[in-house]
């Protein structure tokens, strides 16, 4: 009898410790680059730099890597969509972050341990594919550029353009002007010559 009882007492306390051991054991928080949070919001990663930075003026505060990078938790996810409600809901930036830091605080964790999730890799089968895509984007953002570009150097020519224009309609004006007042002149000269006395021919070297 007392050799079960004392199983029993011994697999009790490994239970006990088992049991212990799990709630002592570090949460590992899952995490996110920027690229996947920026996909899952719908939004540029440029534009998810500036809301993370408005809501760091505004009180809250992101998990950093070794190289000071950001890092998003799901906690994190759902606060910056909470903040992206509030400002499609017509809030300004600022007021939206305040309110969002007021009621969204992180729960504590165990561990502030990185296990940052690396964005997903395309199958072996999808490689091509995938470098296919990725040289589009390029290729697309290259042109995006050269547009750009080519409509500033548009924008240039057309000024360079309209001033010539106007340069030579004031030249062609100031012509006009001037034959103008020429015509005037040979028409005031005309009209003296007829209403001089004509004088008879014999009179001429009198």
């Known amino acids: 009898m007392n050799g079960q009882v004392s199983i029993f007492d011994e697999e009790f306390q490994k239970e006990v410790q088992k049991q212990k051991d799990l709630k002592e054991t570090p949460v590992i928080t899952k995490t996110y680059w920027s690229q996947n949070v920026a996909d899952t919001l719908r939004i540029s990663?440029?534009?998810l730099r500036k809301?993370?930075?408005i809501v760091e003026d505004a009180g809250y505060s992101f998990l950093r890597d070794e190289f000071n990078r950001r890092a998003f938790t799901d906690f994190d996810v759902q606060s910056l969509q909470e903040f992206k409600d509030l400002t499609t809901s017509g809030s300004k930036?600022?007021?939206a972050a305040k309110e969002m830091v007021t009621y969204r605080q992180r729960p504590a964790t165990h561990s502030t341990s990185l296990a940052v999730k690396e964005p997903d890799k395309p199958e072996v089968g999808?490689?091509?594919l995938y470098e296919l895509i990725q040289q589009m984007k390029n290729h697309i953002e290259i042109q995006?550029?050269?547009n750009q570009e080519l409509l500033l150097r548009l924008e240039e020519r057309d000024k360079q353009l309209e001033k010539v224009l106007q340069k030579r309609d004031?030249?062609?004006i100031q012509v006009i002007e001037e034959l103008k007042e020429t015509r005037f002149l040979?028409?005031?000269a005309q009209k003296n010559i007829e209403e001089q006395p004509k004088k008879k021919w014999w009179m001429i070297w009198k």
């Open 186 to 188: 040979l028409q005031a």
């Open 170 to 172: 004031q030249e062609w």
């Open 144 to 146: 995006e550029k050269f």
């Open 93 to 95: 930036l600022e007021e």
């Open 51 to 53: 809301w993370c930075g």
């Open 45 to 47: 990663k440029s534009t």
């Open 126 to 128: 999808n490689e091509k």
